[in-house]
Structures are given as structure tokens and as C-alpha cells.
């Protein structure tokens, strides 16, 4: 089956650096999307890899390893409105979204 | 603002009763998208329309019927719920369903629907 794995939730200080993985076993790979959603709000696009290496925008980064099925997302200089969950989803061979659980990112002061 | 408008926001309903979602985008998109989405739960894929043609249905029980009338709009119509029916429902679009695999899918905020 196919399946991706992300922390439930995580912890993280404001003006640190956090890094929320992502591991995933899918039916092909046509490329890995990260969103994050705040509560109550819809999820928004951050990240697209589908090559290997990594994808820096601004606070965020995105790093992908296609052989090791693996994934992370690099937010640094904590802002607390970066309090969100975040989600993972793989594009498998018949180009449909498999999506993980989301990690739920709590910011403190 | 996403370009992608559900309404309701919010929907509680008797499991006799019938409802539907709305929803709506506005930015030329091709392919739109139901979602199922439950607490610490991955989002589920209802079903998928690409140029108004449905292409996907995962298992969707019958008690919910989708319906496109065109490249913009997509409803869901809700008929004998059950009390496990109650999640956020979200609306997607993306330039099509496929061959563009970097252009991400655009959501709604979702219509929370709970069932008495």
C-alpha cells in the first residue's frame, strides 16, 4: 500500500529553526508537495520537489531524496505565525495526491 | 483568498435530511477536487473532475453524489448522512489533472459539516 509518515505534532521556539520530516512508500513518484494549513483555514501551497536536493524560498526549505523516499521542511527564524500544521502529499504514478496526516507545529515565545 | 470559494462554511444537519456544498474557483482551472478531511487524519480523495468528466471515485458511498456543471463549479449533494460524515469537506483545483506536475492544487476553507 502506499503510505507517508510525518511527526503528529512538534515543538519549536520563536526565532529557531525546525525541520519536519517526511517518509513515504507510494506507486511511483511524479513529485512531493508540502502545505500548510492553519486551523480553520484552507491548506496553501509552500514547496514542489521532484528532483533531489533542495529548494530554498525566502524562511522555508524544501529537501527531497527520491532513493532514501524521503523529505523535509526547513522553516527557520521561527515566526509564531508559522504555528500551523503541515503537510506532506506525494504524486504517485496516476498523477493522484497521497497526503500524510500533517504535523501540527506549536510556536512558543 | 485562495480563488477557490465554498459555501457554506459551516453545515449541521439531521442524517434525514439533504444539503449541498458549494463550490466555486476563479482561476481558469481545469480539474477540481473533493477532499475528506478528518481530525489527525490524512486528507481522503472523494472524487476528481478534469475538463467537467469525473476520472476518480474512491469508493465513495452512494449517500454522496457529486456534480460539475462546468469548468468553475463543483457541488457535493448530501442524502442520509451518517454521524461518521461529520469532517471538513474541502474544495481543490489545479491547471488539470495532469501533465503539469508542478502546479500545485489551490484549496478552499471548507465547509464543516456536522451530523446530528
Redo the contacts between chains.
Keep these: 500500500g502506499q503510505n507517508?509518515d510525518q511527526p503528529?505534532e512538534m515543538t519549536a521556539t520563536e526565532g529557531a529553526i525546525v525541520q519536519i520530516n517526511c517518509t513515504y512508500q507510494t506507486s511511483g513518484f511524479?513529485?512531493l508537495?508540502w502545505?500548510q494549513q492553519h486551523a480553520?483555514?484552507?491548506?496553501?501551497?509552500l514547496s514542489?520537489n521532484?528532483l533531489d536536493g533542495l529548494e530554498e524560498k525566502g524562511r522555508f526549505s524544501s529537501f527531497l531524496s527520491r532513493s532514501k523516499g524521503y523529505s523535509y521542511l526547513l522553516l527557520k527564524e521561527l515566526q509564531m505565525k508559522d504555528s500551523a500544521s503541515y503537510?506532506c502529499?506525494v504524486?504517485d504514478s496516476n498523477?493522484?495526491?497521497?497526503?500524510?496526516?500533517?504535523t501540527k507545529l506549536i510556536i512558543k515565545p | 483568498e485562495?480563488g477557490?470559494t465554498q459555501t457554506p462554511r459551516h453545515l449541521v444537519m439531521g442524517m434525514t435530511n439533504k444539503k449541498s456544498l458549494k463550490c466555486e474557483q476563479h482561476l481558469g482551472h481545469n480539474a477540481m477536487y473533493w477532499y475528506k478531511q478528518s481530525a489527525?487524519?490524512?486528507?481522503e480523495?472523494m472524487f476528481?473532475y478534469n475538463f467537467k468528466e469525473q476520472t476518480?471515485n474512491n469508493s465513495v458511498p452512494s449517500r454522496f453524489s457529486p456534480e460539475c456543471p462546468n469548468s468553475s463549479h463543483l457541488f457535493l449533494h448530501l442524502h442520509t448522512l451518517q454521524p461518521e460524515d461529520s469532517a471538513l469537506y474541502?474544495c481543490a483545483s489545479s491547471q488539470d489533472?495532469?501533465g503539469h506536475?508542478?502546479q500545485?492544487?489551490?484549496?478552499?476553507?471548507?465547509t464543516r459539516l456536522s451530523i446530528l
Design positions: 507517508i503528529t511524479n513529485g508537495f502545505y480553520g483555514e484552507a491548506p496553501t501551497f514542489y521532484v503537510l502529499a504524486m498523477y493522484q495526491l497521497i497526503w500524510g496526516a500533517g | 485562495t477557490v489527525k487524519k490524512p486528507l480523495l476528481v476518480e474541502l489533472k495532469q506536475q508542478n500545485p492544487q489551490h484549496f478552499g476553507d471548507g
